[in-house]
């Protein structure tokens, strides 16, 4: 008697898009996601896509207004795009986005007497932050990079507190208030990035540091040069970069946002969540914060 072999093949994950959901008025987007390890024949919108080896894939999708349904080997996800964006030359700019200003801060740089270090990792609780082809959340790598920023700091001597320890979800505005409460040197935002939706990822992918004025900026350039130091080329360096972010928008403490690396391709996925990777990156950030506490 011959016995019958049945072989099962999990079904194929889409990270992002998630199915219902709505996109701005774009003519494409990303979809990027999973399917078991070992998997070849993964076919998007009827095209075959690469896969990598631990399953992880990206593919870029056409759009027309209204819903749209992208097929991704027997899996569909059904999403909606409200326009075709207008031609570049009919198209204004938008407006300034205007920002509250943080309600506790004061209006100028004060005179720093302390070794205290806010560490803010990005997201949490409901606010996954950008998703990797696995669906690994943003969130849970900006937690383990920050742990790895306080222990690091810890053995130059520094004091810690983190705006969060576990996966809990911290109101924008109230990120930077323990950093004002306890007057600390500087308050840093562990990120991990996505690119818009209308770019291929594998286009989009480097390390950077955003700052919004001179006391921010000098931080942040002292922590990108330590980035830079440890990544070398094997992660491109876009440098410091200006952003009016609550997190960054301190006249009183010194403050950046770190996008470590992006988390939407296999090969940034997977680097993301290695542990040594981690350690010599967090090394290389709390470095830098000590070399802006000497000047």
């Not at 999403?79 to 986005?97: E, L, Q």
């Not at 520094?158 to 306890?182: N, W």
Request: charged share 20%; net charge neutral.
């Amino acid at each position: 008697m011959t016995a019958a072999l049945t072989i099962i093949l999990a079904a194929v994950n889409i990270a992002f898009p998630r199915p219902g959901a709505s996109l701005p008025a774009i003519d494409r987007c990303y979809v990027i996601g999973a399917a078991p390890p070992g998997t070849t024949n993964v076919v998007v919108q009827g095209r075959p896509v690469a896969v990598h080896p631990l399953g992880g894939w990206v593919a870029m999708v056409d759009l027309v207004p209204g819903t749209n349904t992208v097929a991704v080997a027997d899996t569909n996800v059904t999403f909606t795009v409200a326009a075709k964006r207008a031609s570049s030359a009919s198209s204004a700019a938008p407006p300034p986005r205007k920002y509250e200003k943080l309600p506790y801060a004061a209006d100028e740089l004060r005179v720093c007497s302390t070794n205290l270090v806010v560490i803010d990792p990005g997201h949490g609780g409901d606010d996954t932050g950008a998703l990797s082809p696995h669906s690994l959340p943003e969130k849970d790598a900006n937690l383990r990079m920050a742990k790895a920023v306080r222990a690091e700091l810890e053995k130059l001597g520094y004091k810690v507190e983190m705006t969060r320890e576990t996966d809990d979800a911290v109101p924008l505005y109230d990120r930077p208030r323990s950093a004002h409460k306890g007057g600390a040197a500087a308050f840093v935002s562990i990120h991990h990035n996505a690119p818009p939706y209308d770019k291929d990822p594998r286009d989009f992918r480097y390390h950077a540091v955003y700052a919004w004025n001179d006391p921010g900026e000098k931080l942040a350039k002292a922590i990108n040069s330590r980035m830079a130091e440890t990544l070398g080329g094997a992660l491109k360096n876009n440098g410091v970069l200006h952003a009016n972010f609550a997190v960054t928008r301190s006249p009183e403490i010194p403050s950046c946002l770190i996008e470590v690396d992006f988390v939407t391709t296999p090969e940034a996925e997977l680097d993301s969540w290695n542990p040594s990777r981690r350690k010599k990156i967090a090394a290389a950030i709390a470095l830098g914060i000590a070399d802006f506490a000497k000047k």
